[in-house]
């Protein structure tokens, strides 16, 4: 079946301690999100991609930064992890157009040590 | 600025009982509009989408939705719930590449 996947599923880090969340995808679409979601609220849109085009929302601290090396893969990264940054990463992916749906992956649980 | 509002961010209903789930939204344009549901520890999966195409959309799992566009709404609403159906759902409407998510309703099925 076609899919986001995202790894880990659950990620311990020490506070300051970068680290990489990925996310790849059999879908082949050409818009690529991330997302923050913390307990018992919506998801939040930290950036996206259009193809290899970045968009990065104004609210997005400078300490999330994101790649993405070819159309499968997405990666996010968190420079320096503070205690607010535990909460559940969310990876998704959709076609353009604003009547497509978008497609997430399970999450990677985020805990800061 | 579109924007949707879910009122109820925790509803209660006993099994085989009527699910409704209520989202208003505000847009400028005709919307996009599309429900979510989240299951413990999972991402969203898609339940159903309204692009215009016909006022009452049916989705997966027995869920439906009419847009009425007299009232600004997009309730979400399932005839007999099912213990399997309690989860958190979202009402999202879709704008420059970009999904903006209700504050949710988390829903409880009781036995």
């Known amino acids: 079946d076609a899919m986001v996947i995202q790894n880990p599923r659950y990620q311990v880090t020490q506070f300051g301690k970068p680290v990489t969340l990925s996310c790849s995808q059999t879908?082949?679409?050409?818009?690529m999100y991330w997302y923050q979601q913390k307990s018992s609220q919506a998801p939040k849109l930290l950036f996206h991609y259009y193809d290899k085009d970045f968009n990065n929302e104004a609210d997005t601290p400078d300490n999330f930064q994101s790649r993405r090396p070819n159309t499968s893969f997405c990666f996010l990264d968190i420079r320096s992890p503070g205690l607010g940054d535990a909460a559940m990463y969310l990876c998704?992916?959709?076609?353009?157009?604003?009547?497509?749906?978008?497609?997430f992956g399970d999450g990677t649980r985020l805990s800061i040590l | 600025a579109q924007s949707v509002t879910q009122l109820g961010s925790h509803v209660s209903v006993s099994e085989g009982a009527l699910v409704l789930l209520r989202c208003n939204y505000s847009?400028?344009?005709?919307?996009?509009l599309f429900w979510y549901v989240q299951y413990p520890n999972q991402g969203l999966q898609l339940l159903l989408k309204?692009?215009?195409?016909?006022?009452l959309v049916k989705g997966i799992n027995g869920f439906e939705a009419e847009f009425k566009k007299s009232e600004t709404s997009f309730h979400l609403t399932k005839p007999s719930a099912h213990m399997s159906d309690a989860a958190e759902y979202f009402c999202a409407v879709s704008g420059n590449e970009k999904l903006t998510f209700g504050t949710g309703t988390r829903l409880t099925i009781i036995p």
């Open positions: 309204y692009t215009s195409a016909a006022t």
């Open positions: 847009s400028s344009v005709p919307p996009y």
């Open positions: 879908l082949n679409h050409n818009v």
């Open positions: 998704a992916t959709s076609t353009k157009g604003a009547d497509q749906p978008q497609h």
